[in-house]
């Protein structure tokens, strides 16, 4: 049975920083392509930032530079540290996990949690 679990999501002041983490069970972990995705009220599911296997990662541009994403895959955990955190930055943060096979794709999402920052 899969799992994500996500933590961390508070409130925050701007300026402030976060870190979350996901913890998975019941995926291929190592082998996943891990992600954090974000929705703010009204708006559709963005990327935010993603971690293959071998550790490239991508960001969405208006988190380059405030954000960085970080596996261990040795603890299933992906956690995503935030600084510089602004008010745009305030949604429900979800955790990903995707492992692509030929023929087929496994995608699975958390529950999410929530980050508000205001002041």
């Known amino acids: 049975q899969v799992h994500l679990a996500e933590s961390g999501g508070v409130w925050v002041q701007p300026g402030g920083s976060l870190t979350l983490s996901c913890a998975a069970s019941g995926v291929e972990f190592s082998a996943s392509t891990m992600g954090w995705y974000r929705q703010a009220p009204g708006n559709q599911r963005d990327l935010v930032a993603t971690?293959?296997?071998?550790?490239?990662?991508i960001y969405a541009d208006s988190v380059k530079g405030r954000f960085t994403i970080s596996r261990d895959d040795a603890r299933n955990t992906v956690s995503l540290q935030m600084t510089n955190l602004k008010p745009e930055d305030t949604a429900v943060y979800y955790c990903?996990?995707?492992?692509?096979?030929?023929?087929?794709?496994?995608?699975?999402w958390g529950q999410g949690t929530q980050v508000t920052v205001s002041s």
């Open positions: 971690i293959t296997s071998v550790g490239g990662a």
């Open positions: 990903n996990s995707r492992r692509v096979r030929i023929g087929s794709v496994a995608n699975y």
